[in-house]
């Protein structure tokens, strides 16, 4: 049966060998009409093959352009990006992405969505529905297969989005905030669901995140982003056992790095939104309302 390669175990360990991320030195500056922004300063970060690397850092700090530059959507401006040493000059079949919003064609069922790169690829129908069918097993969505996407959850949609991704067996899965829509129950299923596709997978990924709890628990390691421009900050190992349970959530070495995140990630969040924030928002704690309310505050 011809199925997608990485389901096959005897292609596992090949698989794991495959999928090195390297971006070196990277920098992307937009050019508007009125000005210029440099959106990425000088970033080097690396995904070994079969790692779990995550993203973070605080809103508009570059984090989806390092992702775009290593999916092949823009280009750097500086710097080099390569996986498995080959340069990133476009969008490859090779480099699977996930992205926030739901990118379902909604014209086509759940196993079509999941098809459509196989098909792309040439597979004959009988091996693609198969593979779908296979995958979509993996995911917990057989039984939907015939559904079109405005019939799904929104959690159903992004492990369609997953699988789909996944099907044409691309050696680095690249995934901007994926979990972002979905509500705090439905997004820590997806963190199980999703480590457990990579461990069988052993695919190399990159995944933003402004989520603290969820990079911790999905990653091998955490690169923190500064404010804009965005350079790397920091670069967290985390070293908790595989495979990661809920109730390390609660344990010491999780909140230590929980600590050490949130540390870092206030204070590049505090910068990114500027000066405005301690003369006025959190300045503000020490005013006094009293329950008269705001209009004691305007009559004085
Ligand atoms: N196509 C573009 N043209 C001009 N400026 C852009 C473009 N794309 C991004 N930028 C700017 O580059 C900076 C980085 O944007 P980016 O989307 O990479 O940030 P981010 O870290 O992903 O933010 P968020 O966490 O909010 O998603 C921002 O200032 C943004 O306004
Ligand atoms: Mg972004």
């Keep these: 049966m011809e199925l997608a390669t990485p389901h096959a175990p005897a292609d596992a360990s090949a698989q794991a060998s495959r999928g090195w991320i390297r971006v070196e030195n990277l920098s992307v500056r937009f050019t508007s009409r009125h000005e210029e922004v440099l959106a990425v300063d000088d970033a080097s970060i690396e995904v070994k093959p079969g790692e779990f690397v995550t993203i973070i850092g605080p809103s508009g700090c570059g984090k989806s352009t390092l992702l775009n530059v290593v999916a092949g959507f823009i280009k750097g401006n500086d710097g080099c990006v390569t996986v498995d040493g080959v340069p990133v000059d476009g969008p490859s079949i090779q480099r699977g992405v996930v992205f926030q919003q739901y990118s379902l064609f909604p014209w086509l069922s759940v196993r079509q969505n999941v098809e459509f790169g196989l098909k792309m690829k040439g597979m004959r129908r009988f091996a693609r529905e198969s593979s779908a069918r296979t995958l979509l097993g993996l995911a917990g969505l057989l039984a939907f297969e015939n559904h079109y996407p405005d019939q799904l959850s929104g959690g159903m ?96 070495a999780f909140a230590t790095l929980v600590q050490q995140l949130r540390q870092l990630i206030r204070e590049e969040s505090l910068a990114a939104m500027g000066t405005e924030l301690h003369d006025g928002a959190l300045g503000g704690f020490a005013t006094e309302v009293g329950p008269g309310g705001v209009c004691n505050i305007v009559n004085g």
């Design 157 to 252: 949609k992004q492990r369609v989005g997953i699988v789909r991704a996944l099907a044409t067996s691309p050696q680095v899965l690249l995934m901007d905030e994926p979990f972002g829509a979905l509500d705090a129950q439905t997004r820590v299923v997806m963190q199980e669901i999703l480590t457990n596709m990579w461990q069988r997978f052993r695919l190399s990924v990159l995944f933003i995140t402004h989520d603290i709890d969820e990079a911790i628990f999905l990653s091998d390691r955490i690169y923190v982003m500064t404010a804009r421009p965005g350079r790397i900050k920091a670069e967290i190992k985390v070293d908790l056992p595989r495979p990661r349970t809920a109730e390390m959530t609660s344990s010491p």
